[in-house]
DNA sequence: CAGGTATTCAATAAATCTATTGAATAATTG
DNA sequence: CAATTATTCAATAGATTTATTGAATACCTG
């Protein structure tokens, strides 16, 4: 084989799998299956979908190989095929967050209108834990936690949050984390529990970050 | 807005960097670019590319803000706009050559016939060079020597080597390093060292990722 | 400022990607 | 085995991406 033609095979296997992460749906699919296995039904339902539409983009991802598959009775799961598929997708999440005003300015928008605190950074999260003196809180919902959260954590999904406060100790201060960045969980529960009195701030990545 | 709509717009905008890099001149490009400032006609030259048409692929990877510019006379140099990017093009790669048979087999099969000898890792080479029993040869072309090299490395661009020959010592194993692991240089210099009768391997990867 | 060189721009046709729709397939339940 | 459910397939129209071509622009040299 030629150099050429060498290269153009090598560059172009290599663009045909980032192609296969190159749409805003697939990248929010890479996103929420870096939580846990989903079926195809819940992907689409979760990002807002159709089915068919779903299935189409994770037929994308799975011929590219960044996606597995097990059947359990009529249900399909998908996730991904391993930690390398997630670290690709944080590579490409931090050049966009750096690179592009637009996606910090939009997150910042999303978030300003409740006031939000800073959000704190997984190091600062570290050295909190490490005195002791915070609640880590997940709000995922139940599975997700199951499938892996930080250590003592405590979890109360988003949706229950403002019925079970008072699980919460009022004298410590409350970190709340979700799936990742972009994921308004944490954003929506900061908004709850500093209505309530809490002193409380987001962790800025997600559960898979950590 | 919306949560949708806010979601709609961070993973359209992911997917518009990603979509930039989604192109194997493209990502042809960005890994020329992580050894050294180019311009449009170097850089043509490289890929075999028009000049027109590197110079569009150039203002997709501009217009995404994946490279900088700057002007020298009539001369315009790019350059990569950050080491994230570098570490993204990277991420990428590790997932395409872990999850794609392909590249794997295109790239042994272009080896194959010159009876190569196994690379050498990153860590592997460290080792070599702290025992001390190790030449590190660098066959890039000059300019991109100096903009960066292994410490100690000695410099014979691909090109001179056969007429150089009489500079490497024959005692000592050889490693050779290039651009990265897509990049052919070393392999043809491990041909024409081993022909000579040196003991001889290439380093796995490229300058950039030491 | 005229001529030359490096780069970009603009227009276009071919190829590829995407969402939608409705039908087909595969496993489970009764 | 028929009905049900989850998923995939197939066809298609509209949108986007790509390489090519030739012209336009920007800067340098004399």
Redesign the interface.
């Known amino acids: 084989?030629q150099?050429?033609a060498?290269?153009?095979?090598?560059?172009?296997?290599?663009?045909?799998?980032?192609?296969s992460?190159?749409?805003?749906?697939?990248?929010?699919i890479v996103?929420l299956l870096a939580q846990a296995d989903f079926s195809v039904e819940q992907i689409a339902e979760q990002t807002?979908l159709s089915v068919a539409n779903a299935s189409q983009h994770l037929q994308v991802l799975k011929a590219?190989?960044?996606v597995d598959v097990t059947r359990q009775g009529t249900f399909i799961y998908y996730r991904l095929?391993?930690a390398?598929?997630f670290?690709?997708w944080?590579?490409?999440?931090?050049?966009?967050m750096?690179?592009?005003a637009?996606?910090e300015k939009?997150?910042r928008?999303?978030r300003k209108p409740d006031s939000a605190p800073e959000p704190v950074s997984i190091e600062g999260l570290r050295r909190k834990m490490q005195s002791g003196k915070v609640t880590v809180l997940d709000v995922r919902p139940e599975a997700e936690y199951e499938n892996g959260h930080i250590a003592d954590a405590l979890s109360i999904p988003i949706e229950r949050l403002s019925r079970r406060l008072k699980e919460l100790p009022k004298r410590k201060e409350i970190v709340v984390y979700c799936r990742g960045p972009?994921c308004?969980f944490a954003d929506e529960a900061v908004a709850i529990l500093s209505k309530a009195g809490y002193k409380v701030t987001r962790l800025e990545e997600g559960f898979p970050d950590w």
Not at 6 to 19: C, Q, S
Not at 90 to 96: F, Q, Y
């Open positions: 084989m150099k050429r060498f290269k153009d095979k090598i560059y172009g296997e290599l663009a045909a799998i980032t192609r992460l190159a749409n805003p749906h697939r990248l929010e996103d807002n590219a190989q960044l095929a391993n390398n598929v670290k690709a944080r590579a490409l999440r931090t050049v966009a750096e690179r592009n637009t996606i939009v997150a928008d999303f972009f308004v």
